[in-house]
């Protein structure tokens, strides 16, 4: 079977973003909690949460690749806000 695409059009996810103790900001992704980084500046902090998003979401493709069986079926999946 071919590789499935995730099209992530149309999905949207909260990012949460708190200031730190001792300067910048803390963050993650409430619908994908393993998703947290920081940053020094705001911008800072999205652009590495955006990055730690996209690492978990292809480390868990990965892991879920290796354990199917060579029955699968795979098919692309995408959210449309109705």
Known sequence: ?????????????????????????????????????????????KANLLDALRLVLECQRELAEKKLSPNALREPL???EA
């Open 1 to 45: 079977m071919g590789r499935a695409v995730w099209h992530s059009r149309g999905v949207k996810m909260t990012a949460v973003f708190e200031p730190a103790k001792e300067g910048g900001y803390t963050c993650f992704v409430e619908e994908v909690p393993a998703a947290i980084s920081q940053g020094e500046t705001l911008a800072e902090a």
């Open 78 to 80: 995408e959210f449309v």
